[in-house]
C-alpha cells in the first residue's frame, strides 16, 4: 500500500496502512492493542497539551512512543503465546 507520508492521517505502526482519525494516535485496531495503564497516559497528556500545557508536549510524546513500541514488541512476538 502506497504510503502518502501525510503524519497525523495513517497509523504510525510499521505495517500498518490503515488510516486513523486526528485525535487518534493509532488506527483502531493497534488502539485497543495498547496496555489501559499506557492509553490512560496518552489521553491524559494529550488533554493537558490542548489546555496550553507546554511540559505535557514532551510527555505525550513519550507516552505515544510507548504505546507504538508497545504494539511493535506485540506484533513481532507473535509466535509467541
Ligand atoms: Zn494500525
Redesign the pocket.
Known sequence: MARPGLPGRW?P?ER?D?P?RPMDL??R??WGRVPASIQQRVWTHWRARQRGDRAAITLHREACRDAIAAVTEKEDAHAEG
Open positions: 497509523c505502526v500498518c490503515q486513523k493509532l488506527c485496531e493497534h
